[in-house]
């Protein structure tokens, strides 16, 4: 198992952690950390991080994504396509990637071949976050332009868009996807999926800057604070709260592994901290290792060996694919009621594609590029830039 985590300074971190054996008369069993690798592939500040059963990828201020290979620890290129700052990236399962940045659109990547299957013109302003349901069928992504949209991943195109009054900055599915919860400075609204409307609304005490969910009903949320809460999306209740970090906290991540349900935090303190959750989430967890990186850290991943018994906790175990085009009809049961309960607004012109498609052939530029390549390709791409701008002036 591995913490892997991005910075201000450029850098991705890794560290190996394994439990020490337990003392005898020790009640809990602490961890121990090993600095394994560190990785400087960007020139600008990390933004974004995910990682699954091989890779972990890092989306940067840079427009790039980096891929790196954790299993045999080396660089395994760069993706070029967008053209602003990564915001988000999510793996569904492990062929595909999902990518979202501040030139408003969102690219679905396979991730054997590292081939842009798709690129969605998404949000008229900047895409702040995105998240797959667990089926991989919807996805739910929020932007600067005010708006909540529900993406159909097997057709490729827009379900509908929700008008909301501010921009949203953080929507994320429960584990079952039978909720979401949408994040609005330091509001937590919890909306049905058979509804598609607000159930209740939870607040924090600061600007939240990240969530995770530890079940199907208890939220985990951080803020620009050193304190963790853990929220019932069901009572809108607190269940508990504990100090986590001495600065804001950036990023967290749960899983779930034999005989612990560990959350992981990370602060601007430099820190790294991971927590054993008890069976009543009424009660702090407990620490069992820190790591300090001397850092600004960013965003968060954990990388679990697969050849171990271990689950995440978001997104499940399973790894239910986009589902081909055979399968292509949304539950209606699941979907139906959200179509009707949003006004439908005009669709992005975009033809049908079936995401999981290998035939489908990728825009040029947008395959894998070596990172000796990247500062080349970014270099003609700028100039392209330049002088589309220059005739326009004209």
Not at 234 to 255: G, Q, V, Y
Not at 359 to 375: A, I, M, Q
């Amino acid at each position: 198992m591995e913490l892997v985590a991005g910075c201000y300074e450029q850098v991705l971190f890794g560290f190996a952690v394994r439990p020490e054996p337990a003392a005898s008369g020790d009640h809990e069993q602490k961890w121990t950390s090993v600095a394994d690798f560190t990785h400087h592939a960007h020139t600008a500040s990390l933004s974004a991080v995910a990682v699954n059963s091989r890779f972990v990828v890092t989306g940067s201020k840079d427009e790039t994504i980096h891929i790196y290979d954790m299993k045999k620890k080396v660089d395994h290129g760069a993706l070029v396509h967008h053209n602003g700052t990564i915001t988000c990236l999510k793996f569904h399962g492990n062929r595909h990637l999902i990518s979202g940045a501040e030139d408003g659109l969102i690219c679905v990547w396979d991730a054997k071949k590292w081939e842009c299957l798709k690129s969605i013109k998404a949000h008229k302003g900047h895409v702040t976050f995105l998240s797959v349901h667990p089926s991989g069928k919807l996805a739910l992504s929020v932007g600067t332009d005010r708006t909540l949209r529900t993406w159909n991943l097997v057709e490729g195109r827009s379900a509908f868009i929700k008008n909301i009054k501010q921009n949203a900055h953080i929507v994320e599915w429960s584990p079952r996807g039978e909720k979401y919860v949408v994040v609005i400075l330091n509001k937590i609204d919890v909306y049905q999926l058979d509804t598609a409307s607000v159930s209740g609304t939870v607040t924090n005490e600061k600007r939240v800057s990240s969530v995770t969910f530890l079940s199907e009903s208890v939220l985990a949320v951080a803020g620009d604070e050193e304190v963790v809460r853990f929220f019932d999306c069901d009572s809108l209740t607190r269940l508990c709260e504990f100090k986590a970090h001495d600065n804001r906290i950036k990023d967290m991540f749960s899983f779930e592994i034999p005989e612990h349900h560990v959350i992981v935090t990370a602060s601007s303190d430099g820190f790294i901290k991971m927590w054993k959750l008890k069976e009543d989430k009424r009660v702090p967890p407990s620490l069992l290792c820190e790591v300090k990186t001397n850092a600004r850290l960013t965003c968060l991943g954990v990388w679990l060996d697969r050849a171990t018994d271990t689950k995440e906790s978001l997104p499940p175990a399973a790894e239910p694919s986009l589902v081909s085009k055979e399968e292509s009809q949304i539950n209606k049961k699941e979907a139906g009621n959200l179509v009707q309960e949003e006004e439908r607004q005009s669709k992005p012109n975009m033809k049908k594609c079936d995401l999981t498609d290998d035939s489908n052939k990728p825009t040029k530029g947008n395959s894998l590029v070596s990172t000796k390549k990247r500062k080349t390709v970014e270099m003609l791409e700028k100039k392209k830039r330049k002088k589309k701008k220059i005739g326009v002036i004209q």
